[in-house]
C-alpha cells in the first residue's frame, strides 16, 4: 500500500522557519522524483519545489528561490522542504508528491497535506 504522509506544519510566525518532512512507503522511492506543491484557500495547487530520484537536481518556483530548501534521504524513503524567512502568503496546505515516468505513462502518489499558517 502506498503511502505518502507529510508532517511538520503548523503555525509560525513571520520570518520564522519550518521543516516539513514526507515518508514514503510502498513503492520504489529511490526511483521517484519528489514534489512539494502547496494549496492556499481559493487559489490553484502550485508546485514549489521539486528533486530528482538521486537527489542531483532540483527546482524552485520562483517566489521561493533562496527561502526554500528540498532535500531527500534515500535510505530514510524521506524527502524534506525546509522553509525559512516565511511570509504570511507561504500560508497553504503543502502536499508531497511522488512521479515517475516510465515508456510514456506517469505513475503519480499524493500524500493527504500538512497545514502551514504563518501569521503573527
Known amino acids: 500500500q502506498v503511502q505518502l504522509v507529510e508532517s511538520g506544519g503548523g503555525l509560525v510566525q513571520p520570518g520564522g522557519s519550518l521543516r516539513l518532512s514526507c515518508a514514503a512507503s510502498g513503492f520504489t522511492f529511490s526511483s521517484y522524483a519528489m514534489n512539494w506543491y502547496r494549496q492556499a484557500p481559493g487559489k490553484e495547487r502550485e508546485l514549489v519545489a521539486a528533486?530528482?530520484?538521486?537527489?542531483?537536481?532540483?527546482m524552485y518556483e520562483d517566489s521561493m528561490k533562496g527561502r526554500f530548501t528540498i532535500s531527500r534521504d534515500n535510505a530514510k524513503n524521506t524527502v524534506y522542504l525546509q522553509m525559512d524567512s516565511l511570509k504570511p502568503e507561504d500560508t497553504a496546505v503543502y502536499y508531497c508528491n511522488a512521479k515517475r515516468q516510465v515508456l510514456g505513462n506517469i505513475y503519480e502518489f499524493w500524500g493527504q497535506g500538512t497545514q502551514v499558517t504563518v501569521s503573527s
Open positions: 528533486i530528482s530520484s538521486a537527489g542531483r537536481s532540483t
